[in-house]
């Protein structure tokens, strides 16, 4: 590749910037389009996972969700390629790692990575083409945005009602008190600015929005010259830019979008909102309000001074011993920390709060003393510098870390970079951990500047806010009421010709969603581009004493990752509930010589985090067979891996349970769970079905559904004598758990290393209590299918239909998993998406649990959703094209090898072949699948689908007693 020099040329662009990233091992260039004004950012480094991105500043000027139904429209067809949905089209023709687009309140997103170069160029064509010449027709804002339509399509005596896929992504979001909290702190903050509106779409404003402001909105916003371009990896830059130059850039001339954002005046006095969430009525309401106290602080441009505030955020909030946190959370006012505390660094200036959430209303006020009590007394007396040390300290290994997890680290890095970027910073300066924390180093050195920091911008700042949050059991139902009133309304006053046209344009909207259409227009990868092998991860197993110890040695950037896996099985089976509550307290207690609190600090200077997780896994040759594992997790820095393993055996040799303690935590792990359900609640309705097959899913509905959320309410609610018991099953379990018996460790570090962590490892292993248990079989129910629905406040629906299916060895594992994809891209989106307005359809199959289930996402249906279902066979019975072939495979093959990075490729590698899913075997899967015929997929959904399957749905009462009365009454009902 060519140097690209400061000032180099390359077609209309001009290098401005060019620096190095050595932990990148890379460079950083920055560029800009000279005729229009765009600017690109690139990061060459040898990273082969290359990514691009396309970020514009979008700021809406009400609440009728217009940036975000922008953002679903410009992905439903383009000029070269005029198909109905090419984005998602697009998902089985590629190889992709990520392919997405996101709506912040200022900001829209289009970024997407691949492994294989001619993917990358596929995917950089059909996004340059989509967000800058999308066709943005009328039936697409009409599909994602909003329409009227009457419950039968072309029966004017049915009720009128609206339907779109953002309206019902928005009504479940906004179900949720997190979605809530977030507007409340945008509207209470920055009342001037783009971020008081409700920039995702609140339902009963969306219908105000109309076609023509939506393309005037586009032709404003997504401009070059409102552009900010992002690539990063291997593959040379001028192919890309010469790319993005000719298809697009040529194409226009510099204007003004106006689109930056102001200063947001500053508050002479602090102010203060309410605010309500839905909840279901019946639900007691005590306990049930939150309370979140914050402040306007720096500019997210001012590296320093942003630093100071997460180093700030850590130290007061990060764990138990953090000050602020312990002072919220002993207060026992509430059960765990408000939504939206911490700092928040999405807003052009940055927003720092802090609350507790479960609380009664009345005792707001006292939150709120304590708050301010608690940053006045760490102002005048100073932060205590042993925490200072150990937050700057996490934060090092965190920007030392290369992962994948969440998303590809190709794109974390333009996240880190993005709001500088956006907002006239410096991005480079955002990527220089380093020399950010030097600035802070000096700033420390000349006097106490983090103090300096809470007084000037917390305790002496007058722009603040308080918002309380309370549950109100009316609000969906008035929500709904007023809707529909609104609706009747609207109705009566239709002229006849008015009708006819709703009528008419819902049958053109259905006969374009149910038109064949030519994908051929897009560009595809082909089943010769599937690399055929799986990366053979280099390590050792060492055998000793009964212990499986497992040494991977990865390029880790300076971290060790340690996993150690206890055998679960034997545990009596009414200690087995109490598993996730054990994972969650280990890593949180006392233990060895340090109470709880130190033993948080110790964690926090001398680790990356230790976490622990119970879960259980089928093995590949019976779906009845499977394994129960506890896994304890942690990482650190090579310098502290003496302190390390000092604390992982303390924790497992010689913990201490602390009763108030533990009370603290389940209150926090039950409001997390609580918050999981309106969020996933699809996850939630899948378990429900599946633990009607009995066995092994049965257990996973009590440590992962809805019954372990009932456990937890349960245990919650405990007195001091019933958590003196609790506190002896815990015991129980530790002494099962934590014994020199069958004991699997995972070791990932760099060569040199691991055997240094090899020694430590055994030491540890060998401090282990030796002790011979009762082994008690767990004695699981059978299946019994009977449709289940549970109940809370979500005005949407969340529908599974599950059936068993095979283990991973069996030959027809692979034609299940292509079914899946297939039903997915082609039935599915079209019929439940599309038609059916519900944000998602899905058809999944776990290979390794032996199941294949169709799920809906925030789906306005029930009764229409699992009529659909019940239409699999239908569609199966179509011609089908040998395309959707190829690409129902290309889909499923990225699924069996995902990217993974230095940090789980041992684990992963480690527990796969431990399981008995061996290299061979994952090969054997991955050969077969690329043999499938169609003749294969109609075989297995005989076999398999067409047997009796268990139903589940999540939603509120009112949906699922409209769909009980038609269902004939086949769903047993409770609330959540
Ligand atoms: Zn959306």
Redesign the pocket.
């Known amino acids: 590749m060519a140097v690209l020099e400061k000032d180099a040329r390359i077609g209309n662009y001009r290098v401005i910037r060019t620096a190095p990233l050595p932990h990148l091992n890379g460079t950083y260039h920055e560029l800009l389009h000279e005729p229009t004004g765009a600017r690109h950012i690139h990061i060459a480094c040898p990273d082969d996972n290359n990514a691009f991105a396309v970020a514009f500043p979008t700021v809406p000027e009400d609440s009728t969700g217009i940036a ?2 922008l ?2 429209v410009v992905l439903a067809g383009s000029e070269r390629y005029p198909v109905r949905d090419p984005f998602f089209a697009m998902g089985p023709r590629s190889l992709s790692t990520f392919m997405n ?1 996101m ?1 912040w309140p200022d900001r829209t997103v289009y970024p997407f990575a691949t492994r294989n170069p001619k993917d990358y160029h596929n995917l950089l064509e059909v996004y340059l083409d989509a967000c800058f010449f999308p066709t943005i027709s009328y039936d697409s804002f009409r599909q ?1 945005g909003w329409r009227y339509q009457f419950a039968e399509l072309d029966n004017p005596a049915s009720p009128l009602g609206y339907e779109g ?2 309206f019902n ?2 009504k479940g979001s906004m179900s949720s008190p997190a979605s809530v909290m977030y507007r409340e702190i945008g509207q209470a903050i920055f009342p001037n600015l783009t971020y008081a509106h409700n920039s ?1 779409g609140d339902p009963r404003y969306i219908p105000d929005l109309s076609w023509e402001a939506l393309k005037a909105f586009h032709a404003r916003h997504y401009h070059p010259s409102n552009a900010y371009f992002y690539t990063y990896g291997n593959l040379p830059l001028e192919g890309t830019l010469e790319t993005i130059e000719q298809q697009v850039l040529r194409r226009f001339s510099k204007i003004d979008p106006q689109t930056a954002i102001p200063d947001q005046p500053r508050f002479n006095r602090p102010v203060r909102r309410e605010a309500t969430y839905p909840i279901a009525p019946g639900e007691p309401l005590a306990k049930k309000a939150q309370v979140w106290v914050g402040w306007k602080t720096a500019f997210v441009g001012n590296e320093v001074e942003i630093l100071g505030l997460s180093v700030l955020e850590r130290v007061l909030l990060a764990n138990a011993a953090s000050p602020l946190r312990k002072a919220l959370i002993e207060s026992k006012l509430g059960e765990a920390l408000a939504d939206g505390t911490g700092l928040e660094a999405d807003f052009r200036e940055a927003v720092f709060g802090a609350g507790l959430k479960g609380i009664d209303p009345e005792d707001a006020p006292a939150v709120e003393e304590i708050i301010l009590n608690t940053l006045r007394e760490q102002a005048e007396q100073g932060l205590d510098r042993a925490m200072v040390d150990a937050a700057i300290h996490r934060m090092e290994l965190e920007s030392r870390e290369v992962s994948n997890a969440g998303m590809p680290y190709a794109l974390k890095v333009f996240f880190q970079l993005a709001m500088p970027y956006l907002n006239g910073g410096d991005p480079y300066l955002a990527l220089q951990f380093d020399a950010a924390l030097e600035g802070l180093e000096a700033e420390r050195a000349k006097g106490p500047f983090l103090e300096g920091l809470i007084r000037q911008y917390l305790l002496d700042n007058p722009h603040r806010a308080t918002i309380l949050l309370k549950p109100d059991p009316q609000m969906t139902e008035r929500l709904e009421a007023e809707e529909r009133s609104r609706l009747e309304a609207i109705r009566a006053a239709l002229s006849d010709a008015q009708v006819q046209e709703i009528i008419h344009e819902a049958q053109a909207l259905k006969a374009r969603q149910e038109a064949p259409e030519d994908l051929s227009v897009l560009p595809t990868l082909e089943i010769s581009d599937i690399p055929m092998t799986l990366e053979d991860v280099p390590h050792r197993v060492r055998e000793s004493a009964g212990n499986t110890l497992g040494l991977f040695p990865q390029p880790t950037n300076g971290i060790s990752y340690l996993d150690l896996q206890f055998e679960v099985a034997g545990l009596p089976d009414d200690l087995k509930d109490l598993l996730p509550l054990f994972a969650f307290v280990v890593p949180r207690m006392g233990a060895g010589k340090s109470s709880y609190l130190e033993m948080a600090e110790r964690i926090e200077a001398h680790t990356g985090g230790i976490g622990a997780a119970v879960g259980l896994r089928t093995l590949p040759g019976d779906a009845e067979a499977f394994n129960q594992k506890f896994t304890l997790s942690g990482k650190a820095l090579y310098r502290n891996h003496g302190e390390f393993l000092a604390i992982l055996r303390d924790l497992l040799t010689d913990l201490k349970w602390e009763p108030s303690h533990l009370k603290n935590l389940l209150g926090q792990l039950k409001a997390g769970f609580e918050a999981r359900v309106v969020q996933a609640g699809h996850l939630f309705a899948w378990y429900l079905a599946e633990a009607q097959f009995g066995g092994k899913f049965s257990l996973q509905a009590r440590w992962e559904g809805l019954e372990q959320l009932a456990t937890l309410k349960r245990l919650a609610g405990l007195d001091e004598a019933g958590l003196g018991a609790l506190v002896d099953d815990l015991e129980r379990i530790r002494q099962y758990l934590f014994r020199r018996a069958k004991v699997n460790v995972c070791v990932t570090s760099e060569e040199k290393e691991l055997g240094g962590l090899e020694a430590r490892v055994q030491e540890l292993l060998a401090a282990l209590p030796e002790r011979s248990l009762l082994e008690e079989k767990t004695i699981l129910p059978s299946a019994q299918l009977r449709p289940q629905a549970r109940t809370t406040a979500v005005p949407v629906a969340y529908n599974a239909k599950v059936w068993r299916t095979v283990p991973y060895d069996h030959p027809d594992a692979p034609a299940l998993m292509v079914l899946a994809q297939l039903l997915r891209t082609e039935y599915l989106h079209k019929e439940v998406r599309e038609k059916g307005g519900a ?1 998602g359809g899905f058809a999944v199959t776990r290979p390794e649990s032996g199941t294949f289930a169709l799920l809906s996402y925030r789906d306005p249906h029930v009764v229409r959703t699992f009529q659909v279902y019940g239409g699999i066979f239908e569609f199966l019975g179509r011609d089908l094209e040998a395309e959707k072939l190829k690409e129902a495979i290309l889909g499923a093959a990225g699924d069996v090898d995902p990217l993974l990075s230095p940090d789980n490729k041992g684990r992963v590698r480690f527990f796969s072949d431990l399981a008995g899913y061996t290299l061979d075997k994952k090969m054997r899967f991955k050969q077969r699948m690329l043999e499938v015929h169609f003749s294969d997929l109609r075989r297995v959904a005989e076999t398999y689908l067409q047997g009796e399957a268990a139903l589940a749905v999540v939603t509120g009462e009112e949906k699922i007693r409209e769909a009980n009365a038609e269902m004939g009454g086949v769903f047993q009902v409770a609330g959540i």
Do not use: F, L, S
Request: aromatic residues 8%; hydrophobic residues 40%; without cysteine.
């Open positions: 975000h139904i953002e679903h687009a709506t994602e896929v953002v992504e928005m995702g944000y």
